[in-house]
Nanobody, 120 residues
Framework: QVQLVESGGGLVQPGGSLRLSCAASGFTLDSYAIGWFRQAPGKEREGVSRISSRDGSPYYADSVKGRFTISRDNAKNTVYLQMNSLKPEDTAVYYC?????????????WGQGTQVTVSS
């Protein structure tokens, strides 16, 4: 059974850092690209970053480029999102999901997500 479980969210001050984890089961990370998405209150869900299944190459939305870093550990079957220089506008529920290669098109269902709150 395919499952993706997000963790690592929390409350952080502006300028702070968090690392989110996305633990995958039921498939291996070299089979599917993984995307991180977020949804802020009253806003649509948006793609933040994704990582290729083939070579682990990353892609970032302009809003997070230079601040966020996506990576994966194939041995742990886990994808990470390191978030630095956090801003209040990064506040959202963050989700990870399988995506079609080089796209934001989702494969499968959303998980429960992990809440990130950036506030002083």
């Amino acid at each position: 059974q395919v499952q993706l479980v997000e963790s690592g969210g929390g409350l952080v001050q502006p300028g702070g850092s968090l690392r989110l984890s996305c633990a995958a089961s039921g498939f291996t990370l070299d089979s599917y690209a993984i995307g991180w998405f977020r949804q802020a209150p009253g806003k649509e869900r948006e793609g933040v970053s994704r990582i290729s299944s083939r070579d682990g190459s990353p892609y970032y939305a302009d809003s997070v480029k230079g601040r966020f870093t996506i990576s994966r550990d194939n041995a742990k079957n886990t994808v990470y999102l390191q978030m630095n220089s956090l801003k209040p506008e990064d506040t959202a529920v963050y989700y990870c999901v399988r995506v079609l290669r080089n796209s934001w098109l989702r494969i499968g269902s959303w998980g429960q997500g992990t809440q990130v709150t950036v506030s002083s």
